[in-house]
């Protein structure tokens, strides 16, 4: 039988924070108050001060002498760099999780990508980062790698933008992507997966560069 993982204070005020950014919760620019959220997570602010300075120290979050410590901004000029180093992490996790994905997970996949698809018919397209990103998650914790996992997850946590609703016509073709990818892996070809999700995540980037540049404005 496996032993429970202990985890200190610091490490579960680390994780919460960091679901917070990723569920969409925490957004760039919030600003985070360490009083008020060891009142939150009922904690001294000991453990709090400490999972801000991690957070802080991996780029997370970052502090200025007038407004403290908020959720980093996202720097257009970094994010190609971290698409770049999330398609090849994401396409390698998923080469893993392969075998360990056992029918019930393929099934929760499944269910998954029927209320992604339900969301965007109705249009309601907020809900879809929390759809999204348990999708993935699913995929990743399954190659059985901690230390990969937290480094997609630290990742997916510097650039928390939900590309899916910010950029025009992009849900649809995500949804699309991720059945071709439930697809593949059905078929237990890990290397037609492992493409698939690499394409994934470099059309993503694409799209948002493409958006970006018709949004500025012309000189």
């Given at each position: 039988?496996?032993?429970?993982?202990?985890?200190?204070?610091?490490?579960?005020?680390?994780?919460?924070?960091?679901?917070?950014?990723?569920?969409?919760?925490?957004?760039?620019?919030?600003?985070?108050?360490?009083?008020?959220?060891?009142?939150?997570?009922?904690?001294?602010?000991?453990?709090?001060?400490?999972?801000?300075?991690?957070?802080?120290?991996?780029?997370?979050?970052?502090?200025?002498?007038?407004?403290?410590?908020?959720?980093?901004?996202?720097?257009?000029?970094?994010?190609?760099?971290?698409?770049?180093?999330?398609?090849?992490?994401?396409?390698?996790?998923?080469?893993?999780?392969?075998?360990?994905?056992?029918?019930?997970?393929?099934?929760q996949l499944q269910e998954l990508q029927f209320q992604f698809e339900a969301?965007?018919?109705?249009?309601?397209?907020?809900?879809?980062?929390?759809?999204?990103?348990?999708?993935?998650?699913?995929?990743?914790?399954?190659?059985?790698?901690?230390?990969?996992?937290?480094?997609?997850?630290?990742l997916w946590t510097r650039f928390p933008w939900d590309t899916l609703y910010?950029?025009?016509?992009?849900?649809?073709?995500?949804?699309?992507?991720?059945?071709?990818?439930?697809?593949?892996?059905?078929?237990?070809?890990?290397?037609?997966?492992?493409?698939?999700?690499?394409?994934?995540?470099?059309?993503?980037?694409?799209?948002?560069?493409?958006?970006?540049?018709?949004?500025?404005?012309?000189?």
């Amino acid at each position: 039988m496996t032993s429970p993982v202990y985890r200190t204070k610091k490490e579960v005020v680390v994780e919460i924070i960091r679901e917070a950014i990723l569920s969409g919760e925490l957004e760039p620019g919030d600003r985070l108050l360490q009083l008020e959220l060891a009142e939150r997570y009922n904690v001294s602010p000991t453990p709090v001060r400490e999972a801000l300075q991690q957070l802080e120290a991996e780029g997370v979050l970052i502090r200025s002498p007038h407004k403290g410590v908020r959720v980093a901004d996202v720097k257009l000029e970094d994010t190609r760099e971290i698409y770049f180093i999330r398609s090849a992490l994401e396409a390698q996790a998923t080469r893993l999780a392969i075998p360990g994905l056992s029918e019930t997970d393929m099934a929760q996949l499944q269910e998954l990508q029927f209320q992604f698809e339900a969301q965007i018919e109705k249009n309601e397209l907020m809900e879809l980062r929390k759809l999204n990103q348990d999708f993935h998650m699913l995929i990743y914790q399954k190659a059985e790698m901690p230390r990969l996992y937290k480094m997609i997850r630290n990742l997916w946590t510097r650039f928390p933008w939900d590309t899916l609703y910010v950029l025009p016509g992009r849900a649809p073709e995500s949804a699309r992507e991720h059945q071709q990818l439930i697809e593949a892996i059905a078929a237990r070809n890990v290397e037609l997966a492992a493409q698939r999700m690499q394409v994934h995540i470099e059309q993503g980037v694409n799209a948002l560069t493409d958006y970006l540049n018709s949004s500025q404005p012309a000189e």
